[in-house]
T-cell receptor
Framework: KQEVTQIPAALSVPEGENLVLNCSFTDSAIYNLQWFRQDPGKGLTSLLLIQSSQREQTSGRLNASLDKSSGRSTLYIAASQPGDSATYLCAVKPNTGTASKLTFGTGTRLQVTL | ETGVTQTPRHLVMGMTNKKSLKCEQHLGHNAMYWYKQSAKKPLELMFVYSLEERVENNSVPSRFSPECPNSSHLFLHLHTLQPEDSALYLC????????????FGSGTQLSVL
């Protein structure tokens, strides 16, 4: 059974800092990995999707990397801003099955302070 | 807006009530999902409809009943719920054949008294 772990559970950084969020998964037979952002009481917004054959994806100040063999992904946020404050979740999709049976981590709650 | 709309945003119901959650997607996707998000727990997939196939998680109690009348609409019918069913219920959609991103609605915050 796939398990996804995100460390740390919570993180507070001053504005302008670069930071890294970690995601690890136990079964490397994945199809892709997604990073999501969730604001309090809201749904999830997909930030980046990395296919299993890819090493990284970039969007603006965000860069996600994937090391499938070691079961790890990182989300790098450059020059953090207060608007980046949210919970960040990663989710992996298995190789098998026709439906997106994603396995989610419990998330890292990020607070960027002024 | 993500193109996935959920109503209502908030719902308070008693244990004997019957209510329904509604989800509509305007993205032309062919797969739709119900997820449950409880405090300090990972999102749990409840149901998925993909390419006309319904995939049911056997651990979901029968007091939750999904309905997918067409590829754009998804319902979750609720009856005789328990207080522990209080959670954020999220609907999502995707273009499953391409294994593309999941797009989520804003969710329904459900409180069962």
């Amino acid at each position: 059974k796939q398990e996804v772990t995100q460390i740390p559970a919570a993180l507070s950084v001053p504005e302008g800092e670069n930071l890294v969020l970690n995601c690890s998964f136990t079964d490397s037979a994945i199809y892709n990995l997604q990073w999501f952002r969730q604001d309090p009481g809201k749904g999830l917004t997909s930030l980046l999707l990395i296919q299993s054959s890819q090493r990284e994806q970039t969007s603006g100040r965000l860069n996600a990397s994937l090391d499938k063999s070691s079961g790890r992904s990182t989300l790098y946020i450059a020059a953090s801003q207060p608007g980046d404050s949210a919970t960040y979740l990663c989710a992996v999709k298995p190789n098998t099955g026709t439906a997106s049976k994603l396995t989610f981590g419990t998330g890292t709650r990020l607070q960027v302070t002024l | 807006e993500t193109g996935v709309t959920q109503t209502p945003r908030h719902l308070v119901m008693g244990m004997t009530n019957k209510k329904s959650l509604k989800c509509e997607q305007h993205l032309g996707h062919n797969a739709m999902y119900w997820y449950k998000q409880s405090a300090k727990k990972p999102l749990e997939l409840m149901f998925v409809y993909s390419l006309e196939e319904r995939v049911e998680n056997n651990s979901v109690p029968s007091r939750f009943s999904p309905e997918c009348p067409n590829s754009s609409h998804l319902f979750l019918h609720l009856h005789t719920l328990q207080p522990e069913d209080s959670a954020l219920y999220l609907c999502a959609s995707s273009q499953e054949a391409l294994g593309e991103k999941l797009f989520f609605g804003s969710g329904t915050q459900l409180s069962v008294l």
